[in-house]
């Protein structure tokens, strides 16, 4: 806390010694009066933002609005991975879906990251504003630690429960789409099998057989037709099995 306080001292020097100024860019415990040389200052330190200070109030440029960034940005892919997968062939279907999870369950975890990131910068803002209004931190007594711990934990266990609520979700909509996946699946096979089997059964099917009937003068009187045709007794002409000689029919002569 000593440097918290080191920081304090100086931005209230700072306006001390600066009247007509209205803000100060604290970096790594260095205070400029323009934020560009502050941001310069902390170029290629991972994790650490400038801190504006006015004369009254602490302003974070926080984490968790880069990462709040980076959620929106996630969004765009996840969507582009779900019109992929709907309008995907057949066979790219489980290539492509599991493209869509891997890009939600990164979505997942920045969720949970940013939901962490808040917690974490919104009790170091509430300390730095406390130190900022008293410039020394009064010891807490032995009950409002207390409170504060269990506030801390009420936090904390609300998170958590947030977290895991959407873990369920997640899992519910996951499992859904693998459902939904192998029900297509199976239509697709039974519709491939219907084809085949219809192939197979119109294959199957017999052609017209045909047998060969010498001509008689009894076949010639009761089919004066065939004599037109030019047949004669003792000639040879087909007609389909199916058909009755016996009853004097002669079917379709071939």
Same mark, same amino acid.
């Given at each position: 806390?000593?440097?918290?306080?080191?920081?304090?001292?100086?931005v209230k020097n700072y306006f001390e010694s600066h009247p007509d100024a209205t803000e100060v860019y604290e970096a790594l415990g260095?205070?400029?009066?323009?934020?560009?040389?502050?941001e310069k200052f902390l170029k290629g330190v991972a994790g650490r933002f400038v801190t504006t200070h006015t004369p009254t109030d602490?302003?974070?440029?926080?984490?968790?609005?880069?990462?709040?960034?980076?959620?929106?940005?996630?969004?765009?892919?996840?969507?582009?991975?779900?019109?992929?997968?709907?309008?995907?062939?057949? !066979?790219?279907?489980?290539?492509?879906?599991?493209?869509?999870?891997?890009?939600?369950?990164?979505?997942?975890?920045?969720?949970?990251?940013?939901?962490?990131?808040?917690?974490?910068?919104?009790?170091?803002?509430?300390?730095?504003?406390?130190?900022?209004?008293?410039?020394?931190?009064?010891?807490?007594?032995?009950?409002?630690?207390?409170?504060?711990?269990?506030?801390?934990?009420?936090?904390?266990?609300?998170?958590?429960?947030?977290?895991?609520?959407?873990?369920?979700?997640?899992?519910?909509?996951?499992?859904?789409?693998?459902?939904?996946?192998?029900?297509?699946?199976? $239509?697709?096979?039974?519709?491939?099998?219907? !084809?085949?089997?219809?192939?197979?059964?119109?294959?199957?099917?017999?052609?017209?057989?045909?047998?060969?009937?010498?001509?008689?003068?009894?076949?010639?009187?009761?089919?004066?037709?065939?004599?037109?045709?030019? $047949?004669?007794?003792?000639?040879?002409?087909?007609?389909?099995?199916?058909?009755?000689?016996?009853?004097?029919?002669?079917?379709?002569?071939?």
């Amino acid at each position: 806390m000593q440097k918290e306080n080191l920081i304090a001292e100086k931005v209230k020097n700072y306006f001390e010694s600066h009247p007509d100024a209205t803000e100060v860019y604290e970096a790594l415990g260095v205070l400029f009066g323009e934020k560009e040389r502050a941001e310069k200052f902390l170029k290629g330190v991972a994790g650490r933002f400038v801190t504006t200070h006015t004369p009254t109030d602490i302003v974070f440029e926080k984490v968790s609005q880069e990462i709040r960034q980076e959620i929106i940005n996630q969004e765009h892919v996840v969507n582009a991975k779900q019109l992929a997968y709907e309008d995907a062939a057949g !066979v790219d279907k489980e290539k492509v879906m599991n493209d869509w999870h891997t890009e939600k369950t990164k979505l997942e975890r920045l969720h949970v990251k940013y939901d962490k990131q808040v917690q974490i910068e919104d009790k170091d803002e509430l300390i730095a504003k406390e130190d900022k209004e008293t410039g020394i931190r009064k010891p807490l007594t032995a009950d409002e630690v207390k409170v504060k711990i269990t506030a801390q934990e009420l936090i904390v266990a609300a998170t958590q429960a947030i977290i895991d609520n959407k873990k369920i979700v997640a899992k519910k909509r996951k499992d859904a789409e693998k459902v939904l996946a192998k029900e297509k699946a199976k $239509l697709k096979k039974l519709n491939a099998d219907l !084809v085949k089997l219809e192939a197979e059964t119109k294959s199957e099917e017999p052609a017209n057989e045909m047998v060969d009937v010498v001509v008689t003068q009894e076949i010639l009187d009761m089919n004066p037709e065939m004599v037109e045709q030019g $047949l004669k007794v003792g000639d040879i002409f087909q007609i389909t099995k199916k058909a009755d000689t016996n009853s004097g029919e002669s079917g379709d002569i071939e």
